[in-house]
């Protein structure tokens, strides 16, 4: 069974804060992919990352990177200077390679104030 | 590439009634695809995976009678909520499969139902 963790339900920043959203996942299978998604209130899930259980490569994307641990099943994500249009609940994910069928964490509710 | 369209985006139904749901592949061809839904302030959860020219897989605890699924091409997938009920008022959101390893990345917009 596949599980992922987000423990923080809820982050309140102020703009230009640097934020991270936790991620922590459980599968037995060895290939996977890892992905984070925003949702905006509208209701989209816009895709922002996968990565591959090979690797391990740290990412920057803009103000955006994400950190990838398979020693600690973790995959972190960082907002750098956080802007009030990042406001939004961001999804971790973990998807199975041999049925494709993804398990998402709980989800993690960012507000960021002017 | 690889861009799903999901409609209607938002419907309001009353109760008893069926609405059905479409999720296209636009540009690529869709061997499977999944449904999840949402309930307010909930992660998404998969009800059921979808193969064309087969029977949908329903995940446990998902009535297979109340939400029909259909994936009679490579390029769309219906999820039909039979009579429905107010418990039924979800997000609904579907993901496609282009091929191996491409996977994730495709969701539709999603589709909010709302049961009167």
């Known amino acids: 069974a596949q599980k992922v963790t987000q423990a923080q339900t809820e982050i309140s920043v102020v703009e230009k804060e640097d934020v991270t959203l936790d991620c922590v996942y459980e599968t037995r299978d060895t290939t996977y992919y890892l992905f984070w998604y925003k949702q905006p209130p509208s209701g989209e899930l816009v895709f922002l990352i996968r990565?591959?259980?090979?690797?391990?490569q740290n990412e920057i994307s803009g103000r955006y990177s994400w950190n990838f641990q398979k020693s600690t099943s973790s995959f972190n994500f960082t907002i750098t200077a956080s802007q009030v249009v990042d406001s939004a609940v961001y999804f971790c994910a973990l998807t199975n390679t041999n049925a494709g069928k993804s398990t998402f964490g709980d989800g993690t509710t960012l507000t960021v104030k002017p | 590439g690889a861009v799903v369209s999901q409609h209607p985006s938002r419907v309001i139904c009353k109760s008893g009634t069926s609405v059905k749901i479409e999720c296209r592949s636009l540009d690529f061809q869709a061997t499977t695809m999944f449904w999840y839904r949402q309930f307010p302030k909930q992660s998404l959860m998969l009800m059921a995976t979808s193969n064309e020219g087969s029977k949908a897989t329903y995940e446990q605890g998902v009535e297979k009678d109340k939400f029909l699924i259909n994936h009679a091409s490579l390029t769309l997938s219906t999820l039909t909520v039979t009579s429905a009920h107010p418990e039924d008022s979800s997000f609904y959101i579907c993901?496609?499969?282009?091929?191996?390893?491409?996977?994730?990345?495709?969701f539709g917009s999603g589709t909010r139902l709302t049961v009167v």
């Open positions: 990565r591959n259980s090979f690797d391990e």
């Open positions: 993901s496609a499969i282009a091929g191996w390893g491409n996977y994730g990345y495709t």
